[in-house]
């Protein structure tokens, strides 16, 4: 299993299959408007910029389940993203990432990589998850951790050449 096998919608409705990122090293967050961390749309969009001609990408996934910090709807989500923070990298429809009613994309993550105490919830808004050019969840990052610090981990798996 991989991360290539679940379909999300993106920020213009549109249902996609992730399948289209197969070889690329991934960068999936959990994003939203109105929070602590929004302002890492700036090095996520950073990262996304450096490395996306190298078969990276940062994929961002809205949620309104921490605080009620996302209250917008898609399109003014995205119009916020790009004219307060510049943001090009793909953006979807909001989901849930924790719960009944969390995204499936969202449950395989978890799963893949549990946070802390072993805990299988996404603890907070601007969770971060890599992903190898295969597909794999290499590592969970917290809220805390900024996008620029995970450059050395995103360049480490540019490196490798896919399995497959």
């Known amino acids: 299993m991989s991360v290539y096998k679940f379909k999300a919608k993106t920020i ?4 996609i299959s992730l399948k289209q990122y197969e070889r690329t090293v991934l960068l999936i967050v959990n994003t939203a408007s109105k929070c602590g961390f929004t302002p890492q ?5 950073g990262l996304f ?3 996306k001609d190298q078969g ?3 994929l961002g996934f809205p949620c309104n389940q921490f605080m009620g910090q996302e209250p917008g ?4 989500i995205k119009t916020f993203c790009e004219l307060n923070y510049g943001v090009t990298f793909p953006m979807f429809a909001k989901v849930d990432v924790n719960g009944v009613y969390a995204h499936p994309l969202f449950v395989y993550l978890r799963k893949q990589t549990p946070g802390v105490l072993g805990l299988n919830t996404v603890k907070w808004n601007f969770t971060k998850f890599l992903v190898d050019r295969d597909g794999k969840v ?9 996008p620029s610090d995970l450059a050395k981990d995103i360049e480490t798996l540019l490196q490798k050449k896919p399995v497959k």
């Open 49 to 51: 910029e450096t490395y």
């Open 41 to 45: 749309y700036k090095e996520l969009q």
């Open 138 to 146: 290499v590592k969970r990052y917290a809220p805390t951790t900024k």
């Open 73 to 76: 709807k898609e399109a003014d």
């Open 56 to 58: 990276f990408s940062v």
């Open 12 to 15: 213009e409705g549109e249902e």
